[in-house]
Nanobody, 116 residues
Framework: QVQLEESGGGSVQAGGSLTLSCAASGSIFRSNTMGWYRQAPGKQREWVADYSSSGSTNVAGSVKGRFTISRDNAKNTVNLQMNSLRPEDTAVYYC??????????WGQGTQVTVSS
């Protein structure tokens, strides 16, 4: 089993910054991808960014240049540095870790609220 614990959500004014952190524990296979998704009220969950254990990173176009993903393989942690936040970034942010198409684990989510 794998557990994910997120932290760092909160409320901020537009233009502000927040850093989300996620720590994975349990049976972690060395080859994996950790990432972030978000779900705004009334919308589907959408992918934000991910970072593979081999070092490859991907960031959604909607947040590119504002959000930065980083990870520590030794600690099985992934962070999301969010700058220049906008009201449309308001959502519950979920961390996940993926070992294969069928082996995906999710955190419980952390709320990010950006006020204008």
């Amino acid at each position: 089993q794998v557990q994910l614990e997120e932290s760092g959500g909160g409320s901020v004014q537009a233009g502000g910054s927040l850093t989300l952190s996620c720590a994975a524990s349990g049976s972690i296979f060395r080859s994996n991808t950790m990432g972030w998704y978000r779900q705004a009220p009334g919308k589907q969950r959408e992918w934000v960014a991910d970072y593979s254990s081999s070092g490859s990173t991907n960031v959604a176009g909607s947040v590119k240049g504002r959000f930065t993903i980083s990870r520590d393989n030794a600690k099985n942690t992934v962070n999301l540095q969010m700058n220049s936040l906008r009201p449309e970034d308001t959502a519950v942010y979920y961390c996940n870790i993926r070992f294969s198409v069928l082996a995906v684990y999710w955190g419980q989510g952390t709320q990010v609220t950006v006020s204008s």
